[in-house]
């Protein structure tokens, strides 16, 4: 017997290739995405530009299923936290952030991380699985159309648990069904992933899909970057720069790149890495997002105090860089159920708010 496909992952370019599969016109693939991601429709029967025929062919060939949201831990201010359980068992987290003109949602790529970045909870649990495309974008489905309370979601972030680029075709295939007009429809600034610095993978990026880039740098100098982020050791900070250069040359100046660093108390926050940090990145088109470094039980890092902080922000942006401050937020869910936060990005001029959500 066959095996009933999930077609929720499906990019357009993939149904093309299912309904081509069995001799249906190409243009059900634009229907069917429309049906699943703009109407939310899961149930082929529902499906009424479909012929009774298709629709029964279509569900003993396949279905339309996303996660299932285990528990929700709504914050006073308004981020929620879900938790999401997949068909494996394994759990995995995704955050809903409201702002003034946004909603955000960061999603998990991976349950757990194989990375183990030093002041990382979800590093701390190690690796379990990729997501499939329907594990990822099936967030973005629960997200808009589970509780139709609440707003549908304007941008995304892939800064939940995992490593993105470790899970790179999944990843692809899920941000193409949320920038495909006839799927969620978002711009590519509305779209980020974030990596702790894969470099062979950012190097493919822009030859797959045009989205924003947020690097974790968290270290100027290599022997640093090592023991916070340990994948380092094998992508070390020249081939990390140099991938970012030839990212950014794609574009021919057209772009830039977030650079996010964890301030951790009296690890990585002097004023001598500050200017070090503002040496290695003179010349490359990017902003800098500073993230006061969250606690969790088992980790003995601190966050750095308010006078380092600002300090450090200074500097860069006495040097010209675009510095962000990121500010927690959604204490009181994080406090209930692990280690997730809704994060909240004030730019230093406290004019633009930036959306995130760290671990
Ligand atoms: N694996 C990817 C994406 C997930 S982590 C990456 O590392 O970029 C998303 C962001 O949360 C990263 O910038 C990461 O450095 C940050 N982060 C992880 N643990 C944190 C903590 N305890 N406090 C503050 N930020 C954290
Ligand atoms: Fe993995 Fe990112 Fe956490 Fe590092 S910071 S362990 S790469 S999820």
């Given at each position: 017997m066959e095996i009933k496909e999930n077609?929720?992952?499906?990019s357009l370019s993939s149904l093309e290739d299912f309904f081509k599969k069995i001799n249906e016109p190409k243009f059900r693939a634009k229907q069917l995405l429309q049906w699943i991601?703009?109407?939310?429709?899961?149930?082929?029967?529902?499906?009424?530009?479909?012929?009774k025929p298709l629709r029964e062919r279509l569900d003993s060939i396949a279905y339309i299923l996303p996660p299932i949201i285990e528990e929700i831990h709504k914050s006073p201010e308004g981020t929620i936290k879900y938790l999401i359980k997949l068909d494996s068992g394994s759990m995995v987290e995704m955050v809903r952030i409201p702002e003034k003109k946004r909603m955000t949602l960061c999603i998990s790529s991976q349950a757990g991380c194989a990375l183990q970045c030093t002041f990382c909870a979800t590093g701390a649990q190690g690796f379990e699985k990729n997501l499939t495309a329907d594990e990822i974008i099936g967030q973005v489905w629960l997200a808009n159309f589970n509780d139709k309370n609440e707003l549908p979601i304007t941008n995304v972030v892939?800064?939940?648990?995992?490593?993105?680029l470790l899970n790179f075709r999944p990843v692809i295939e899920s941000a193409k069904i949320m920038k495909d007009q006839l799927g969620y429809?978002?711009?590519?600034?509305?779209i980020t992933i974030s990596t702790s610095g894969i470099t062979p993978q950012i190097d493919k990026l822009p030859d797959e899909i045009d989205v924003s880039l947020a690097i974790?740098?968290?270290?100027?100098i290599n022997e640093l970057r090592d023991e916070l982020v340990p994948i380092n050791k094998k992508y070390p900070i020249n081939m990390l720069m140099k991938s970012c250069n030839d990212y950014l040359d794609k574009y021919e100046g057209k772009r830039n790149i977030t650079i996010e660093y964890v301030l951790i108390d009296g690890v990585n926050d002097s004023p001598e890495l500050a200017r070090q940090l503002a040496k290695l990145l003179s010349g490359v088109y990017c902003k800098i997002n500073l993230i006061p470094f969250n606690p969790f039980d088992g980790s003995n890092y601190k966050r750095s105090n308010n006078t380092n902080i600002s300090n450090f922000k200074n500097i860069l942006m006495d040097k010209g860089f675009i510095t962000t401050l990121r500010i927690t937020r959604g204490d009181a869910i994080d406090g209930a159920c692990g280690q997730l936060v809704g994060k909240l990005t004030k730019s230093v001029k406290g004019k633009k708010l930036i959306s995130h959500r760290s671990i």
């Amino acid at each position: 017997m066959e095996i009933k496909e999930n077609l929720l992952g499906y990019s357009l370019s993939s149904l093309e290739d299912f309904f081509k599969k069995i001799n249906e016109p190409k243009f059900r693939a634009k229907q069917l995405l429309q049906w699943i991601h703009q109407k939310g429709v899961l149930d082929f029967n529902e499906m009424t530009d479909f012929n009774k025929p298709l629709r029964e062919r279509l569900d003993s060939i396949a279905y339309i299923l996303p996660p299932i949201i285990e528990e929700i831990h709504k914050s006073p201010e308004g981020t929620i936290k879900y938790l999401i359980k997949l068909d494996s068992g394994s759990m995995v987290e995704m955050v809903r952030i409201p702002e003034k003109k946004r909603m955000t949602l960061c999603i998990s790529s991976q349950a757990g991380c194989a990375l183990q970045c030093t002041f990382c909870a979800t590093g701390a649990q190690g690796f379990e699985k990729n997501l499939t495309a329907d594990e990822i974008i099936g967030q973005v489905w629960l997200a808009n159309f589970n509780d139709k309370n609440e707003l549908p979601i304007t941008n995304v972030v892939f800064m939940g648990m995992g490593e993105p680029l470790l899970n790179f075709r999944p990843v692809i295939e899920s941000a193409k069904i949320m920038k495909d007009q006839l799927g969620y429809g978002l711009s590519r600034k509305r779209i980020t992933i974030s990596t702790s610095g894969i470099t062979p993978q950012i190097d493919k990026l822009p030859d797959e899909i045009d989205v924003s880039l947020a690097i974790s740098l968290h270290a100027p100098i290599n022997e640093l970057r090592d023991e916070l982020v340990p994948i380092n050791k094998k992508y070390p900070i020249n081939m990390l720069m140099k991938s970012c250069n030839d990212y950014l040359d794609k574009y021919e100046g057209k772009r830039n790149i977030t650079i996010e660093y964890v301030l951790i108390d009296g690890v990585n926050d002097s004023p001598e890495l500050a200017r070090q940090l503002a040496k290695l990145l003179s010349g490359v088109y990017c902003k800098i997002n500073l993230i006061p470094f969250n606690p969790f039980d088992g980790s003995n890092y601190k966050r750095s105090n308010n006078t380092n902080i600002s300090n450090f922000k200074n500097i860069l942006m006495d040097k010209g860089f675009i510095t962000t401050l990121r500010i927690t937020r959604g204490d009181a869910i994080d406090g209930a159920c692990g280690q997730l936060v809704g994060k909240l990005t004030k730019s230093v001029k406290g004019k633009k708010l930036i959306s995130h959500r760290s671990i």
